[in-house]
């Protein structure tokens, strides 16, 4: 089984950078998109970020010039650079990637103190 795991997390002062890794168990991604994505507590669940095969990237408005989102194929990993971090930015972020099936890993938990 196919398995994402997410690295990275911790708590930081606000205006700091955090970078998350995921690591998929298999090669099965490398034609595939990958996301990284957010909840807070008693939020729903947000895409922040998502970056084709291709190496085209998209980003939620409320990350857009803080955070950078690349891969590593040769890797099997996916990343998400976090920079000049606020308060609002902490939840837990979770990588996800779909291949007829859903796969999200556990989640890193990204705590931004004022």
């Known amino acids: 089984q196919v398995q994402l795991v997410e690295s990275g997390g911790g708590v930081v002062q606000a205006g700091g950078s955090l970078r998350l890794s995921c690591t998929a168990s298999r090669n099965i991604f490398n034609n595939k998109a990958m996301d990284w994505y957010r909840q807070a507590p008693g939020q729903e669940r947000e895409r922040v970020a998502r970056?084709?095969?291709?190496?085209?990237?998209t980003y939620a408005d409320s990350v857009l010039g803080r955070f950078t989102i690349s891969r590593d194929n040769s890797k099997n990993a996916a990343y998400l650079q976090m920079n000049n971090l606020s308060p609002e930015d902490t939840a837990t972020y979770y990588c996800?990637?779909?291949?007829?099936?859903?796969?999200w890993g556990k989640g890193a938990l990204v705590a931004v103190s004022s």
């Open positions: 970056i084709t095969s291709e190496g085209t990237t």
């Open positions: 996800h990637a779909f291949n007829w099936i859903h796969y």
